[in-house]
């Protein structure tokens, strides 16, 4: 179980920076990176028809959670003034 709450951080990291990337490069909607993780973690679900352990749970949590915290990022970035991420 120890080998998923490290792969599930490293999956948070791995997560914020691709979904930081793409919410960068789309201006208009924040929360691409989100929607896209969701999607992604439904349609691993559905496929394995969830019959999913505890530790497959906590990576997909990790993916979700570090697209979340980066569409946040983002959006806090643009109410405070930054340009270069949009607005």
């Known amino acids: ?17 691709i979904s930081f990337i793409m919410d960068m490069f789309t201006k208009k909607f924040p929360w ?5 993780a969701v999607a992604l973690v439904g349609y691993y ?3 394995r028809g969830f019959d999913v352990g ?3 749970i906590l990576l997909c949590v990790g993916v979700i959670g570090g697209a979340l915290a980066a569409s946040l990022t983002i959006r806090t970035l643009v109410t405070r003034g930054f340009k270069m991420f949009g607005a």
Not at 32 to 36: A, C, K, L, M
């Open 45 to 47: 679900l559905i496929s």
């Open 54 to 56: 505890g530790g497959e």
């Open 1 to 17: 179980m120890a080998m998923f709450v490290v792969l599930m951080l490293l999956f948070l990291i791995a997560s914020f920076g």
């Open 32 to 36: 691409t990176s989100t929607v896209i």
